[in-house]
């Protein structure tokens, strides 16, 4: 508590300038918590649901084209991965049949090829969407301590004045406001960087611990659907 007074009563004594640069760090503060607090939620969640969906998928002896997968465990990137697979894979052994008129399911080398680019892309899109917004942490860690040195700056240089104008009860205030606005703001400005720096660099890690894990994944998908149909 008594920290928190201590960045309200400066807040109160600095002039309007002061207060703008409060209000823009509260403001960054608000905004880089939630996107920390959310993004590390959401990551949590669909971490979890990936693992489930491994083990629920793993366990299903069906052919690769045949799996079941619980209702329950599709939400999440890798389901998305599977379904489109399922789908482009199934049209491709239409289209062969149809054009060798054979009843023999195949695919052949550029298929196989195809497929792989396919997903290639999709996990790209999906690390995108797991990226989305983490670039507000980035602009905190580099915005929130120039915002720091602005109102630390502002400050002496408000203090500053206070001294020129000679010693009273008024301009004592405006030195006293302008020093507690320069120490105030630059903790402020570090107290926002630092978690966001340690936020942004975990999210960011897990973020790429699950696009390897969905490239694995495709991984396995191709290397299923190769073994069982592929034919040069």
């Known amino acids: 508590m008594t920290s928190i007074y201590i960045f309200v009563s400066a807040f109160k004594d600095s002039d309007g300038f002061g207060k ?24 949590g969640k669909l971490e979890k649901e990936m693992q489930n969906f491994l083990v629920n998928f793993e366990k299903k002896e069906h052919p690769i084209l045949e799996k079941s997968i619980l209702e329950t465990l599709t939400s999440n990137p890798m389901f998305s991965l599977y379904k489109h697979f399922k789908k482009c894979t199934i049209d491709l052994l239409e289209r062969n049949r149809q054009l060798d008129r054979v009843e023999e ?108 894990s969905m490239g694995s994944f495709c991984a396995l998908l191709v290397h299923e659907i190769e073994m069982g149909y592929r034919r040069d």
């Open 20 to 43: 703008i640069i409060f209000l823009l760090l509260f403001s960054l503060s608000f905004l880089s918590w939630f996107i920390l607090i959310f993004k590390a939620r959401q990551f």
């Open 105 to 212: 399911n195949f695919l052949t080398r550029s298929d196989v090829e195809m497929l792989e680019n396919y997903l290639d892309q999709k996990v790209l899109q999906n690390s995108k969407d797991l990226d989305k917004n983490l670039f507000i942490l980035s602009t905190s860690i580099s915005l929130a301590p120039f915002l720091g040195i602005l109102g630390t700056v502002w400050g002496l240089l408000v203090s500053l004045t206070g001294l020129g104008k000679g010693v009273s009860a008024l301009s004592n205030q405006v030195v006293m406001g302008g020093l507690s606005t320069a120490l105030a703001t630059t903790v402020i400005g570090l107290l926002i960087a630092i978690p966001a720096l340690i936020g942004y660099n975990y999210l960011k890690s897990k973020a790429k611990e699950m696009t390897l």
